[in-house]
């Protein structure tokens, strides 16, 4: 009886010693910035960041608990999770972050549904233009709106690589010639062409994708739409003739006026462009005012870049200029902005080249802002801090060796 009582007690024994060995006393922890990632449908990457207390060496891993998903421990101080874009349903995983000193953490990943669109497509329009007719040929005011991606050109008509939606509005309101915006309403797409308030004609709303010469890639006519304008936002319902339907937005300033955006910009713009062939053109002093005109044209591969300034050397281009007043008589250290003339453009600009001419997809004039000239021997350097006519920040700098032209008559 006592052995067994004795063996009885060396089991207990052995069972208080495991038990003791595989109890863990974490002396380290993982903090977490944060304990939830949450991503859209179309998936992407966040880091969150982590810190070890009192940590004992060593690296912490990541393991996922889902295939759509990876996550990977970057500088033992924060994870990476990735997610791939959901064809499906929303769902969710958790990633676990293990330390051998410390207790595992997680963090839970949610990403949303991928909810398929009603539209066939949706676009969200870079530039609002248009004019503002008034009553000119219509007893209902009527704005003519143009929504592009890139602009119109100066007479309304699509550049190259632009897509358009065109809408001939009416609406009774009497705007501001000064200052003509659309006015909010419910606008409905009119067949019979009645001219009506709250009406778009069918005889001038349409839509158009051109190709990189110009040319219609594809156009279209409208077999039902409607347009909702609220203060700063246009959205409109398009089905084509084709049977497509296309969801058309725009948000920000909703004004017509005759004249149109110039630059295919829509975000700020910086480049640094070594080894161009520039050429320096002395045009001569033709208001006869001692002010010189200088013509300068720089290229690298489609890179063109035209500068027209004025100065009192005959010898030099360089200087600091800032943007010519129009309408005032100092040219004196002043570059001429980008404008078009008769022969194209004329002024100051960047524009991209195609098969070595200018097709008008790609550029942006010089409005307000400074230029300098550098000239060092037969190099020149132009160094630009301009916005152009949509108010993106033209910057950057343009160098190479120069050749100097005399064309004065």
Same mark, same amino acid.
């Given at each position: 009886? *006592? &052995?067994?009582?004795?063996?009885?007690?060396?089991?207990?024994?052995?069972?208080?010693?495991? $038990? *003791?060995? %595989?109890?863990?006393?974490?002396?380290?922890?993982? @903090?977490?910035? *944060?304990?939830?990632?949450?991503?859209? &449908?179309?998936?992407?990457?966040?880091?969150?960041?982590? %810190?070890?207390?009192?940590?004992?060496?060593?690296?912490?891993?990541?393991?996922?608990?889902?295939?759509?998903?990876?996550?990977?421990?970057?500088?033992?101080?924060?994870?990476?999770?990735?997610?791939?874009?959901?064809?499906?349903?929303? &769902?969710?995983?958790?990633? %676990?972050? @293990?330390?051998?000193?410390?207790?595992?953490?997680?963090?839970?990943?949610?990403? $949303?549904?991928?909810?398929?669109?009603?539209?066939?497509? #949706?676009?969200?329009?870079?530039?609002?233009?248009?004019?503002?007719?008034? %009553? $000119?040929? /219509?007893?209902?005011?009527?704005?003519?709106?143009?929504?592009?991606?890139?602009?119109?050109?100066?007479?309304?008509?699509?550049?190259?690589?632009?897509?358009?939606?065109?809408?001939?509005?009416?609406?009774?309101?009497?705007?501001? #010639?000064?200052?003509?915006?659309?006015?909010?309403?419910?606008?409905?797409?009119?067949?019979?062409? /009645?001219?009506?308030? !709250?009406?778009?004609?069918?005889?001038?709303?349409?839509?158009?994708?051109?190709?990189?010469?110009?040319?219609?890639?594809?156009?279209?006519?409208?077999?039902?739409? /409607?347009?909702?304008?609220?203060?700063?936002?246009?959205?409109?319902?398009?089905?084509?003739?084709?049977?497509?339907?296309?969801?058309?937005?725009?948000?920000?300033?909703?004004?017509?006026?005759?004249?149109?955006? !110039?630059?295919?910009?829509?975000?700020?713009?910086?480049?640094?462009? #070594?080894?161009?062939?520039?050429?320096? /053109?002395?045009?001569?002093?033709?208001?006869?005012?001692?002010?010189?005109?200088?013509?300068?044209?720089?290229?690298?591969?489609?890179?063109?870049?035209?500068?027209?300034?004025?100065?009192?050397?005959?010898?030099?281009?360089?200087?600091?200029?800032?943007?010519?007043?129009?309408?005032?008589?100092?040219?004196?250290?002043?570059? !001429?902005?980008?404008?078009?003339?008769?022969?194209?453009?004329?002024?100051?600009?960047?524009?991209?080249?195609?098969?070595?001419?200018? @097709?008008?997809?790609?550029?942006?004039?010089?409005?307000?802002?400074?230029?300098?000239?550098?000239?060092?021997?037969?190099?020149?350097?132009?160094?630009?801090?301009?916005?152009?006519?949509?108010?993106?920040?033209?910057?950057?700098?343009?160098?190479?060796?120069?050749?100097? @032209?005399?064309?004065?008559?």
């Amino acid at each position: 009886m *006592k &052995r067994i009582f004795s063996f009885l007690m060396l089991l207990a024994l052995i069972a208080v010693a495991c $038990e *003791k060995e %595989t109890t863990t006393d974490y002396q380290s922890a993982i @903090k977490l910035d *944060k304990t939830t990632a949450e991503f859209g &449908r179309s998936g992407g990457s966040e880091s969150i960041k982590f %810190t070890i207390e009192n940590s004992k060496g060593g690296n912490v891993t990541a393991e996922e608990s889902a295939e759509w998903m990876e996550a990977v421990v970057e500088f033992n101080s924060e994870v990476v999770i990735t997610v791939a874009k959901n064809e499906g349903e929303a &769902r969710e995983a958790v990633v %676990t972050l @293990k330390y051998e000193y410390a207790k595992e953490v997680t963090i839970t990943v949610t990403q $949303e549904a991928n909810n398929a669109s009603q539209y066939d497509v #949706e676009f969200v329009a870079n530039r609002f233009e248009g004019i503002y007719f008034g %009553t $000119e040929y /219509s007893a209902t005011p009527n704005y003519y709106v143009i929504l592009s991606d890139i602009g119109a050109k100066t007479d309304g008509s699509p550049k190259a690589n632009g897509t358009y939606y065109f809408f001939d509005m009416y609406h009774s309101t009497v705007a501001d #010639e000064e200052l003509p915006i659309l006015p909010n309403g419910d606008y409905k797409y009119d067949s019979t062409n /009645s001219c009506a308030n !709250l009406t778009f004609s069918e005889e001038g709303s349409w839509y158009a994708v051109m190709d990189a010469n110009g040319e219609y890639a594809k156009s279209g006519e409208f077999k039902t739409a /409607s347009v909702a304008v609220t203060d700063g936002r246009f959205e409109a319902i398009v089905e084509l003739s084709t049977g497509e339907v296309h969801k058309v937005v725009f948000e920000g300033k909703l004004q017509t006026t005759i004249g149109h955006v !110039l630059s295919t910009f829509v975000e700020d713009v910086e480049f640094a462009v #070594e080894g161009a062939t520039i050429t320096a /053109s002395l045009l001569g002093d033709s208001d006869s005012d001692g002010q010189q005109n200088w013509f300068i044209e720089a290229k690298k591969g489609d890179d063109l870049f035209m500068v027209d300034v004025f100065n009192a050397s005959v010898e030099s281009c360089a200087g600091l200029y800032q943007m010519m007043d129009i309408e005032g008589v100092d040219f004196a250290n002043r570059y !001429l902005p980008g404008l078009i003339g008769e022969d194209g453009l004329v002024g100051s600009w960047y524009a991209k080249l195609s098969g070595g001419t200018i @097709k008008g997809d790609v550029m942006a004039p010089m409005g307000e802002g400074a230029i300098r000239i550098v000239v060092e021997g037969d190099s020149l350097t132009i160094e630009y801090g301009c916005k152009d006519d949509a108010g993106n920040n033209i910057t950057g700098s343009v160098s190479g060796t120069v050749t100097v @032209k005399d064309l004065r008559e």
